[in-house]
């Protein structure tokens, strides 16, 4: 695109900090830049016409873990690195809830897990006191997860025997949590530039060049690589993987008998209302290679299962229509650990926040803008 002058003279000043990616990371990076240094020129280069990975694609729960999630993260990680994690997480969701609470359709409503066998079930049981304990001092409370009869009960759940509810956990509208962080950061005059695909960083000089492929060259003090999935372009040693995951919402349903979230099997499918909606998603445990994909789409394989969960399971004997399908892209790496790191004087990069960036994404730039000086 030839740039006239005026759009040279505003659009292309060298910037203090410019941000690759305008997902939850990129935006509270801008975002926590600005409270600490108010005069900082930032920039934020968007690839997509809007967010293109998963931050206003995903769910909007704000969580730190279910019981069977983190147990497993034990398994692989050990205590130290997922308490670690969880702890991140759970500060991160009080920095959304400072922040951004009263904009963004906050609802501290819990989370709860479901369980359909029995001996998965007390496996997780055996070991909740345990989790609890090292969890006590993180979450500021005694118990909690907690063992939940009441919820099947009045929820109207088939298949599902038991359930383990805490009540940190909360849901929020990520389109609005991205519109809110967009407004604040146009009010400080962070530029924007939306349809502009970073290909190349140039990072030898102390000054780095930024090579976008429809709007030429940036120059910046210092660029940060928020990209998660996509990461690959520029960080390739880094080996993170995408992996898809598919949602459906359906249209409003008369005495929906819950307002909370939900997940099972190990967190790989979550459900919650919207209103009088039930938004469901995940199931990319059903096609692991299929969808460690950054492609766009939805598949009839993982569709029709979660169509066959809400019509037995979640919402038996209830009529409803899907009203909209979507999917949206996450990163992960085998080490379950994100990558928030300084790599050079003139860049770092804030990505692979392993399929929980909601609560993650700020906590994690509040500590990369704290080591940035
Ligand atoms: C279906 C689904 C459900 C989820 N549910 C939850 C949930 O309930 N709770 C939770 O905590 N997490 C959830 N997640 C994960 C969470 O949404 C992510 O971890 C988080 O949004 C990641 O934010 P991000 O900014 O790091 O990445 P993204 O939101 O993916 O942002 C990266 C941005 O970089 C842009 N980009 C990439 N390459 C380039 C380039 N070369 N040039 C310019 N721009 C580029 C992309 O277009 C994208 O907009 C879910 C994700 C999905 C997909």
Redesign the pocket.
């Known amino acids: 695109m030839m740039l006239s002058y005026w759009e040279q003279d505003l659009f292309k000043p060298k910037y203090d900090y410019l941000i690759?990616?305008?997902?939850?990371?990129?935006?509270w990076m801008a975002y926590l830049l600005k409270m600490k240094k108010p005069n900082a020129h930032i920039g934020i280069?968007?690839?997509?016409t809007l967010?293109?990975?998963?931050?206003?694609?995903?769910?909007?729960?704000?969580?730190f873990g279910s019981p069977s999630e983190l147990l497993e993260n034990v398994k692989t990680i050990g205590w130290d690195k997922t308490l670690e994690l969880t702890e991140k997480?759970y500060q991160g969701i009080q920095l959304i809830k400072a922040h951004f609470g009263t904009e963004i359709d906050y609802n501290p409503c819990g989370a709860t897990e479901l369980f359909s066998e029995e001996g998965f079930f007390k496996e997780n049981l055996e070991q909740l006191d345990l989790l609890n304990q090292n969890l006590r001092d993180i979450v500021n409370a005694e118990s909690h997860f907690k063992e939940d009869k009441n919820i099947i009960l009045n929820s109207n759940f088939r298949g599902f025997e038991n359930a383990i509810s805490n009540a940190a956990e909360a849901s929020i509208h990520?389109g609005k949590l991205f519109y809110a962080l967009y407004k604040k950061l146009v009010s400080l005059d962070v530029k924007f530039f939306f349809g502009?695909?970073?290909?190349h960083i140039e990072t030898e000089s102390a000054i780095a060049e930024v090579k976008?492929k429809n709007l030429g060259d940036f120059q910046a003090q210092h660029v940060c690589i928020?990209?998660?999935?996509?990461?690959n372009?520029?960080l390739p040693s880094q080996n993170i993987k995408p992996g898809?995951?598919?949602?459906l919402i359906t249209q409003p349903i008369e005495n929906l008998p819950f307002n909370s979230t939900f997940h099972f099997e190990k967190g790989y499918f979550?459900f919650k209302n919207v209103g009088k909606r039930v938004l469901f998603?995940?199931g990319r445990n059903l096609d692991i290679a299929g969808e460690t994909t950054t492609a766009e789409g939805t598949t009839e394989l993982i569709q029709n299962q979660l169509i066959k969960y809400l019509k037995e399971n979640i919402l038996p004997d209830t009529n409803f229509e899907i009203a909209t399908i979507w999917?949206?892209?996450?990163?992960f790496n085998e080490s379950h650990t994100p990558i928030s790191e300084i790599l050079k004087p003139n860049l770092s990069a804030?990505?692979c926040?392993?399929?929980?960036?909601?609560?993650?994404?700020p906590f994690l730039a509040e500590e990369l803008v704290g080591r940035m000086g």
């Open positions: 690759i990616g305008s997902g939850f990371s990129g935006l280069l968007e690839k997509g967010p293109s990975g998963a931050s206003t694609k995903n769910a909007g729960f704000a969580c997480r990520s502009t695909e970073v290909e976008t928020c990209t998660n999935a996509f990461t372009t520029f898809r995951g598919q949602v979550y998603g995940g999917s949206g892209v996450m990163a804030n990505v926040m392993n399929g929980m960036g909601v609560a993650l994404a």
